[in-house]
């Protein structure tokens, strides 16, 4: 058995993992200001950016899910893992061989079974693809060149080609130390009688890779008559792969589909090839089937999908029936997507390899610039289902495509839209359509649900809550006084329990200037779950001043939290001064009076330091 990671290989791979890097091969990262990052979460479903980075301190936090931590936090919840796994992968990443404490070096195989996965997959991929040249791989080698891509593009997308013999994959991988139950597993193999057999024979190959470039899955192309199976076969779901989630090619798009702020979906290994060797680097499909919601999620991340953004997402499909129903499938999910929607269709129904091998890469190119708003395509593919010579068609047609248009979030361009479709239609009374539609509207938003809206926050937990992120962040602005402060100051069960923890860490006299070791250290005491979530998300949370202000926000937020404590010391001694008599407790009277008027002295010289330094 493997043992202990040793503690100064660990922070070894947290030094040479950049949090940034890592979360950006997952998510598109945006510049937040004040050194903090900002992209939409990957562990929940969000309109607008609510996961924060703080490279400073590698740190990252979830204001919508409160999901948080450092880079091995991070690896672990994004791909499933231990901590160890977690730890593992970043070191591979890195190049950092780690030692353990207990019997020393033990080879990455020994550990995590995802990890053994990656790997067998890693190497199934290049065995399929040192395959690709071998004699009985001719039909494959002519699929590819009759579909115009040469060996250098095979090369490009790890393009492979899968023996007919019952075993050949398996009989190398077993050779290679992976065992029987991994390839079955892994979806590499299936159970025989004699062993296992290869999942894919005499077949076409195509690694499916995940966002970071890891081989998780394959899909195969049949290429002979005489395979009885079907045109393509795909890895079954493993712990790897989950066709819901999964896009072919998002590790070669990624980047371009956050620099163009476009995704363009095609429907086939052979399309996404294609756009990309055509100048349509965004291209992405989904693998055995149909594109769907867990595909929005992985798609709006790296488009960074938000209210104010104005990318696009574009759909293509065939020109024929079942190309719109496709369409109009993608129309049910749109509105899951802020940024705009597209549809590009060939009008002869050629895909965009078919389109590439026909008219060349400019024609490609030309499709996508081609592209038709997804609204408008489902109205007009809705209405042509109509006979729109006949008043009767008509009102049938409008009842349609009614609902289409009344279920536009956006009010402005669910006037523009109720206007074409009068026009479409051929009925030239826009009052007549839109009356229509608002009936259908109307509906719609008796059936939903108000969402309830959320408290207001407390100003004081508000003030405490700055005053904490400080002593996280740049302790050395608060200094000795915040140290002084009692655990009355504060309100909130959270934030004396984290006052609690800064104080059980040495005070601010221990953090010097802060940064990533202040973190770590903070984190070391805070024993319980809330604490450290708590820790994690002010390294993270920017508070509210501009750098050159720092010093004085600092000195009146503290100011404003003595206050506080002090108001509330006031208001309990004047109770107790309501409820005794002054004639019969005339001493306690007076002591109660004297230490009044010391928290009001004491209250007016806060006041004045926290205005002074507004």
């Known amino acids: 058995m493997a043992g202990r990671i040793r503690d100064v290989d660990i922070a070894l791979v947290r030094e040479r993992s950049p949090i940034a890097d890592v979360i950006g091969e997952h998510i598109q990262l945006r510049n937040a200001g004040g050194g903090n990052l900002k992209g939409l979460c990957p562990f929940h479903d969000e309109k607008s950016p609510s996961f924060n980075v703080t490279p400073e301190r590698g740190m990252y936090f979830c204001f919508g899910c409160s999901e948080g931590g450092d880079v091995i936090t991070f690896v672990e919840k994004i791909e499933h893992l231990s901590f160890g796994e977690a730890v593992e992968r970043l070191a591979q990443r890195a190049g950092i061989q780690l030692q353990y404490e207990q019997g020393g070096y033990v080879p990455r195989r020994d550990h995590g079974e995802r990890a053994r996965l990656i790997e067998a997959h890693r190497a199934a991929a290049e065995f399929y693809a040192g395959k690709l040249m071998a004699p009985d791989a001719a039909?494959?080698?002519?699929?590819?060149?009759?579909?115009?891509?040469?060996?250098?593009d095979a090369e490009t997308f790890g393009v492979?080609?899968?023996?007919a013999e019952w075993d050949s994959l398996s009989r190398h991988l077993m050779g290679r130390g992976f065992s029987a139950d991994e390839l079955v597993k892994g979806g590499l193999a299936k159970e025989g009688r004699r062993g296992p057999i290869d999942r894919f024979r005499g077949r076409l190959i195509w690694p499916i890779r995940d966002a970071t470039g890891d081989v998780i899955g394959f899909g195969a192309r049949k290429l002979l008559d005489s395979d009885d199976g079907p045109k393509y076969l795909n890895t079954p779901d493993s712990p790897l792969y989950k066709k819901s989630q999964v896009l072919y090619g998002i590790d070669l798009a990624k980047r371009e589909i956050s620099k163009r702020s476009q995704a363009v979906i095609v429907e086939g290994y052979t399309d996404v090839m294609a756009c990309h060797l055509a100048g349509v680097p965004t291209a992405v499909a989904t693998c055995g089937t149909s594109f769907g919601e867990e595909h929005i999620k992985i798609l709006r991340r790296f488009l960074l999908d938000q209210a104010e953004f104005r990318g696009e997402v574009i759909f293509t499909f065939?020109?024929?029936?079942?190309?719109?129903?496709?369409?109009l499938r993608a129309f049910a999910d749109e509105q899951k997507f802020v940024t705009q929607t597209y549809v590009a269709v060939q009008s002869d129904g050629l895909d965009p390899c078919d389109l590439r091998i026909k008219q060349g890469d400019a024609a490609v190119r030309d499709l996508i610039a081609s592209r038709e708003p997804l609204f408008q395509f489902a109205i007009r593919s809705t209405i042509s289902r109509y006979d729109l010579g006949t008043n009767e068609g008509k009102i049938a047609a409008l009842d349609a495509a009614a609902p289409i248009v009344a279920g536009?979030?956006?009010v402005g361009l669910r006037k523009?839209?109720?206007?074409?479709?009068?026009?479409?239609?051929?009925?030239?009374?826009?009052?007549?359509?839109?009356?229509r539609i608002a009936e259908v509207s109307g509906a719609l938003q008796g059936r939903r649900q108000r969402a309830p809206r959320a408290a207001p926050v407390d100003p004081s937990v508000r003030v405490e809550v700055e005053l904490l992120k400080l002593a996280v962040q740049r302790p050395a602005l608060l200094g000795p006084q915040f140290d002084a402060l009692g655990p009355q100051a504060f309100t909130l069960t959270d934030h004396i329990a984290l006052h609690q923890v800064v104080t059980a860490a040495g005070g601010l006299a221990a953090a010097g200037h802060g940064g990533r070791e202040w973190v770590d250290l903070l984190l070391e005491h805070a024993h319980e779950e809330g604490a450290r979530a708590l820790v994690t998300r002010f390294a993270v949370e920017p508070f509210q001043a501009d750098a050159e202000v720092e010093q004085r926000?600092?000195?009146?937020?503290?100011?404003?939290?003595?206050?506080m404590a002090v108001d509330r010391a006031i208001a309990q001694v004047k109770a107790r001064l309501q409820r005794i008599?002054?004639?019969?407790?005339?001493?306690?009277?007076?002591?109660?009076?004297?230490?009044?008027?010391?928290?009001?002295?004491?209250?007016?010289?806060?006041?004045?330091?926290?205005?002074?330094?507004?």
Do not use: C
């Not at 002519?142 to 579909?147: K, P, T, V």
């Not at 492979?160 to 023996?163: D, E, I, Q, V, W």
């Not at 839209?417 to 239609?425: E, F, K, Q, S, T």
């Not at 926000?553 to 206050?563: D, G, H, K, M, Q």
């Open 139 to 152: 039909a494959g080698r002519r699929f590819l060149s009759e579909r115009g891509f040469e060996r250098a």
């Open 160 to 163: 492979g080609y899968a023996p």
């Open 318 to 327: 065939d020109g024929d029936a079942a190309g719109q129903r496709a369409a």
């Open 408 to 410: 536009i979030k956006d």
């Open 416 to 435: 523009r839209y109720a206007i074409d479709l009068d026009r479409w239609l051929g009925f030239m009374d826009e009052r007549f359509v839109m009356q």
């Open 553 to 563: 926000y600092a000195t009146a937020i503290l100011a404003r939290v003595e206050t």
């Open 581 to 614: 008599n002054p004639v019969e407790e005339d001493q306690e009277h007076r002591r109660l009076f004297g230490e009044l008027l010391g928290l009001e002295r004491q209250r007016k010289v806060l006041l004045e330091r926290a205005s002074g330094s507004l």
